[in-house]
Every structure is written in structure tokens, then in C-alpha cells.
């Protein structure tokens, strides 16, 4: 079975611009959270959604919004880029719960 | 609110000698601790958890963490490192389940485990 798959990636975008991750849970998996892991730190939690609703949210700006489709797909959409959103973005799943599972990533470059 | 501490950013040692990686938490809920490991350039991989039982827990790659409530800790460990566990490591609480609530995962700031020859 695939694991979490993410994309694209890589990205570079410059200050101001929208982007939009892609993540896809491991086949059954119900619950998807995105984390952001800036470079020398730790990740740090954005949301989380479970069957299509978000379950809960990180201290993170209104710029960062996200969804989760019928097939349990999930997108990350940040507006307004600044050149602190530099990070790494990863996407986790697991069956409901506690995410357990993690992708390779989306490594975001604002210039 | 949780948090995590991981005592030491960078830990250096020679191959076949023995590591502890060090980590405590703080949590006013039970508990759920985990340790990932992340290679250059790579997303999380999940090492092993504790979600309940013995306190012992043996993880992949002959890893092992030993919860101790009274102490709030959960040190990984390996009694023969390679060169191959150079990786940063990340140790992780998260929050008890509950109806309705996020369930998500504090994660510390990393250490950087490096085997040398």
C-alpha cells in the first residue's frame, strides 16, 4: 500500500503569492493533519480535519486555510505568502485520531 | 498546554557504542508519546509509541523509549548505534482523545544524532 503521498515537492513563490500542498492519506485513513516545520525546528501543528470537517486548528494566521474532499484528499492553501512560510509542510493521517503516519513533505521557498 | 523537552540539540557518537536521547514532556491529560526519526532531506518516520501498557517499548531499527510517569520522561534508546542512524530525532506528546476535540502532537525541538567511524 502507498504511504501519505504529498506534492508537489518543491515550490518557489515570491511574497504575496497564493499556494496550494496537496496530500494524500493511506487508503482507509480518515483524519489528515498538516504540520509546518521551519528549518532547525521541531513541527508544529495547523490543522486537522476527520471526515471532511476540521476538528481543530493551530495558533496559526487566517491566511492559512485548508479542506478535506469526499475521497479524504486533503489541500493546504495559503495566502498572501511572506518569507517566514518558508518551511517544510507535512501532511500526516491515520484511521481517526492521533496522526501516527507522515509524508515526505512539501518544501516551500518564499523569495 | 503541553510541552516537550528534548535536553540535548546535538548528540555525537562512535559507531557500535551506545545512545540515549534524551526527553521529558509536561501534560495535565494522559499521554501519548512518540519518537520519529527524520534523514536529510526526508518527512517523519514514526520510530515507536507509547499509548498504554508496558512501559518498555521497542520501536524499528532496534530502538526502544522507556515511559516513566514520575519522572515525565520518555528516553530513546539503542545499545549499538551505525552509521546509518545519523538523523535528527524527534520526540512527540499528544493530547488524550476526547469526543469532539483535535488530536494533535507537540513535538520538541529535535535532536541531531550523529555516528561517527
Known amino acids: 500500500d502507498a504511504g501519505v503521498t504529498q506534492s508537489p515537492t518543491h515550490l518557489i513563490k515570491t511574497r504575496g503569492q497564493h499556494v496550494t500542498l496537496r496530500c494524500s492519506p493511506i487508503?482507509?485513513?480518515?483524519?489528515v493533519s498538516w504540520y509546518q516545520q521551519v528549518l532547525g525546528q521541531g513541527p508544529q501543528f495547523i490543522f486537522q480535519?476527520?471526515?471532511?470537517?476540521?476538528?481543530g486548528r493551530g495558533n496559526f494566521p487566517d491566511r492559512f486555510s485548508a479542506r478535506q474532499f469526499p475521497n479524504y484528499s486533503s489541500e493546504l492553501n495559503v495566502n498572501a505568502l511572506l518569507l517566514g512560510d518558508s518551511a517544510l509542510y507535512l501532511c500526516?493521517?491515520?484511521?481517526?485520531?492521533?496522526?501516527?503516519?507522515f509524508g515526505a513533505g512539501t518544501r516551500l521557498s518564499v523569495l | 498546554a503541553q510541552s516537550v523537552t528534548q535536553l540535548d540539540s546535538q548528540v555525537p557518537v562512535f559507531e557500535e557504542a551506545p545512545v540515549e536521547l534524551r526527553c521529558n514532556y509536561s501534560?495535565?491529560?494522559?499521554?501519548?508519546l512518540f519518537w520519529y526519526v527524520q534523514y536529510p532531506n526526508q518527512g517523519l518516520q514514526l520510530l515507536l509509541k507509547?499509548?498504554?501498557?508496558?512501559?518498555l517499548v521497542k520501536g524499528i531499527n532496534g530502538f526502544e523509549a522507556e515511559f516513566n510517569k514520575s519522572q515525565t520522561s520518555f528516553h530513546l534508546r539503542k545499545p549499538s548505534v551505525h552509521i546509518s542512524d545519523t538523523a535528527e530525532y524527534f520526540c512527540?506528546?499528544?493530547?488524550?482523545?476526547?469526543?469532539?476535540?483535535?488530536?494533535?502532537?507537540?513535538f520538541g525541538k529535535g535532536t541531531k544524532l550523529t555516528v561517527n567511524p
Open positions: 500526516a493521517s491515520s484511521l481517526a485520531g492521533l496522526p501516527q503516519y
Open positions: 487508503s482507509g485513513h480518515k483524519s
Open positions: 480535519y476527520y471526515e471532511k470537517e476540521e476538528r
Open positions: 501534560s495535565s491529560v494522559s499521554v501519548y
Open positions: 507509547y499509548l498504554s501498557g508496558s512501559t
Open positions: 512527540a506528546v499528544g493530547s488524550g482523545m476526547r469526543q469532539g476535540g483535535s488530536e494533535k502532537l507537540v
